[in-house]
C-alpha cells in the first residue's frame, strides 16, 4: 500500500446533511481529519483555513455548478485529491484518474455504505423531487421534507394541529399551508395572536359579546371562532392563552360550540384549529400554568419546525431568495459573504437571516456583489 500521511484531511462538501452525515459515520477514524461544507462557498472558505488532501463532491451544489467549483479548487489547490459522489446513491463515481488516497477511501465507502433506495441519505435533488416545499417555504433538507410532508398529511383533515418551534421558524408559514391545502381553502383563515391581545379583550374577541355584555359593548358582536365558520383559525403562541379561558377553548374544541359573552345561547360551528408555540407547552403543564386535558386535545397531530442552525444546507438557497426579495437590482454573493452567513449560529431563525439580508442589500448600494463586510450579524 502506498505511504501515507498519518492523518488525511477529508472535506465532505454536499448541502444533504444526512448524506454527511452517514458519510462521517462510516469513515470516522484516527486514519481520517473529517470535516463538512454545506456549499461550494462554505467549502472554498474551509479550504483557505484548513488543510485537506481529499474533497468528497456531492454535485448538487446549491450556489455553485459543480464543475466551476471544480475548476476553482484544482487551480487554487493543486494538490488536493477530489472524489465526485453518485448524486443518487452517494457513493464514489468510478475514476481512471483517482490518486491512491482517493482509492483507498472509495474502497472503504464502497464496502460499507449502502445508500440506493434510501430517502434520507440520497443526493439533493432526489430529496427536492420527494415533497414539494410549501408555499413560501425555502429548502430542500431532510428536516424541511419531513415538516412539508406532515404537513401534506394532515391538510386535508380536520385534525386540530399544534405546530411547534422557535419564533422565526416559519409556524406561520405552516398554518396557512395546511388551510392552503385543505378542504376548506374557499373558506376564511382567522389568525389571533394570543399573546398580543389583553385578557379583559381576549375572551370577546375569541367568543364575541352581546349588546349590553359589557362598557363599550354598544352592539352585539360575533368572535373570531364564528368569524372562522367552514374554515381554519390559527391561534398562535397558543402558550399564552390565560388559564381562565382555557377551559372555554377546551369546550369549543369538544363540542364545536361557542357561548357569547352576555348571552346563554350556544351557536354551533365548524371550524378547523390550527394553533402554534415557541414555548414548551409541557413544562406549562407540569407548572400548572396550561391545562393538561386542553394541551391532549391540542396536540394530535403535532409539527415541530426546525431550528436554521440545524438545516444550514438550506442557508444559500434562503439568503438567495431574500436577495432577490428585497434588491431592485441583480445581486450576487461573494463567496466570502456566504462564508461569514454559514458561520453565525442564527438564534433568530430564518427572520433574523431575512432581516441580516435585507440590510446588507442597503448597504451594497452599487456594489454588483453583497461582500463580506455587508454582512452585520
Not at 211 to 218: E, I, L
Not at 226 to 249: M, R, V
Amino acid at each position: 500500500m502506498p505511504v501515507c500521511d498519518p492523518v488525511s484531511g477529508v472535506l465532505i462538501v454536499s448541502p444533504n446533511g444526512e448524506l454527511r452525515r452517514e458519510l462521517m459515520s462510516r469513515i470516522k477514524s484516527e486514519r481520517w481529519h473529517l470535516m463538512e461544507a454545506v456549499s461550494g462557498a462554505h467549502a472554498l472558505g474551509q479550504l483557505e483555513t484548513e488543510d485537506f488532501q481529499l474533497l468528497l463532491l456531492d454535485p448538487s451544489l446549491p450556489d455553485l455548478n459543480a464543475n466551476e467549483f471544480q475548476k476553482m479548487v484544482r487551480t487554487q489547490f493543486p494538490h488536493l485529491q477530489i472524489l465526485p459522489l453518485d448524486r443518487q446513491t452517494g457513493l464514489p463515481l468510478p475514476s481512471s484518474s483517482r490518486a491512491p488516497l482517493g482509492d483507498e477511501l472509495a474502497g472503504l465507502l464502497g464496502n460499507n455504505v449502502v445508500v440506493t433506495g434510501t430517502p434520507e441519505i440520497m443526493g439533493h435533488e432526489q430529496l427536492n423531487k420527494a415533497v414539494s416545499p410549501l408555499p413560501g417555504m425555502i429548502g430542500t433538507s431532510v428536516a424541511m421534507q419531513r415538516v412539508y410532508h406532515m404537513t401534506q398529511l394532515v391538510a386535508r383533515r380536520d385534525t386540530t394541529v399544534l405546530v411547534l418551534g422557535q419564533s422565526g421558524t416559519g409556524k406561520d408559514l405552516v398554518a396557512q399551508a395546511i388551510h392552503n391545502l385543505s378542504p376548506r381553502r374557499s373558506n376564511p383563515f382567522v389568525v389571533i395572536n394570543c399573546a398580543a391581545i389583553p385578557e379583559a379583550l381576549l375572551e370577546a374577541e375569541l367568543f364575541g359579546y352581546t349588546k349590553g355584555a359589557f362598557t363599550g359593548a354598544v352592539q352585539s358582536r360575533i368572535g373570531r371562532i364564528h368569524a372562522a365558520q367552514g374554515g381554519t383559525l390559527f391561534l398562535d403562541e397558543i402558550g399564552d392563552l390565560p388559564l381562565g379561558l382555557q377551559s372555554k377553548l377546551l369546550r369549543f374544541l369538544e363540542q364545536g360550540e361557542v357561548q357569547r359573552l352576555g348571552s346563554t345561547d350556544s351557536f354551533k360551528v365548524d371550524v378547523r384549529v390550527v394553533a402554534a408555540t415557541n414555548g414548551h407547552l409541557r413544562k406549562l403543564v407540569q407548572e400548572k400554568q396550561f391545562r393538561e386535558d386542553l394541551y391532549y386535545r391540542l396536540a394530535i397531530f403535532p409539527i415541530e419546525l426546525p431550528l436554521l442552525k440545524d438545516r444550514m444546507e438550506d442557508l444559500p438557497t434562503l439568503a438567495m431568495s431574500f436577495l432577490d426579495r428585497f434588491s431592485s437590482r441583480r445581486l450576487s454573493l461573494s463567496s466570502e459573504a456566504t462564508f461569514q452567513l454559514l458561520q453565525h449560529s442564527w438564534p433568530g431563525n430564518v427572520r433574523e437571516l431575512r432581516n441580516v439580508i435585507e440590510r446588507a442589500t442597503i448597504l451594497a448600494q452599487d456594489e454588483r456583489q453583497v461582500l463580506a463586510k455587508h454582512i452585520v450579524v
